[in-house]
């Protein structure tokens, strides 16, 4: 079973090509919606996100504040690398058990569709790695528009995110996603093409 990694920062199209290599008939693991799962009310993963960023990520039931996470871990980079070192391993261990589901169902191609692909070490498990970039202004908008930000919340969380050389420098499968849809799609389909 080949393992392909879907990366790139915020903003940048990587939900639109994980859509369209959904479409092409190849399972794509949304790593973001795993790190949704690990986080459900009553995980262990809670107690430790609150020692960590303060009781007030967590709501008086339980459950996690998310808005409130999301301020105190995307504050800085050294909040993001702290978020990100406690989340990733429970992230992994869950994708490693829809790894092992897929492989015994014979599946031919995974798609992990994972914006920290290399910083979790996710990216040792791929045959390849394909980035998605975009230009810094375009990505703002969409992020503000999806998200509901406002322009400095934006700021900030471009900020934490890593540079385009920090993909350019670990892959050479990349795609453009401020171009058209046809056009990035059709880049897609050319990298896949060469991978399987």
């Known amino acids: 079973m080949k393992i392909i990694g879907l990366t790139g920062p ?20 949304d790593c973001d919606l795993v790190a949704r799962e690990v986080v459900e009310k009553g995980s262990p993963l809670l107690e430790i996100l609150s020692e960590a960023f303060g ?19 995307f504050c800085d980079k050294g909040s993001t690398e702290l978020l990100n070192s406690i989340m990733l391993p429970f992230i992994a261990e869950r994708i490693n058990e829809q790894l092992a ?32 970039l975009c230009d810094r202004e375009i990505r703002k908008q969409r992020i503000i528009k999806r998200d509901g930000l406002t322009e400095s919340q934006a700021e900030t969380r471009l900020m934490a995110s890593k540079p ?33």
């Open 10 to 29: 915020t903003g940048s199209g990587k939900s639109t090509v994980a859509e369209f290599l959904e479409e092409q008939g190849l399972a794509v693991i």
């Open 55 to 73: 009781n007030e990520v967590l709501l008086s039931d339980g459950a996690l504040n998310r808005k409130e996470l999301a301020k105190r871990a």
């Open 101 to 132: 589901l897929y492989a015994d169902d014979g599946v031919e191609a995974v798609v992990l569709d994972a914006p920290t692909l290399f910083e979790s070490g996710l990216d040792s498990k791929c045959n390849a790695v394909i980035a998605v």
């Open 164 to 196: 385009d050389p920090f993909y350019k420098e670990r892959t050479r499968h990349i795609v453009f996603g401020d171009g058209t849809v046809e056009k990035t799609q059709a880049a897609v389909k050319k990298i896949i093409g060469e991978i399987l």
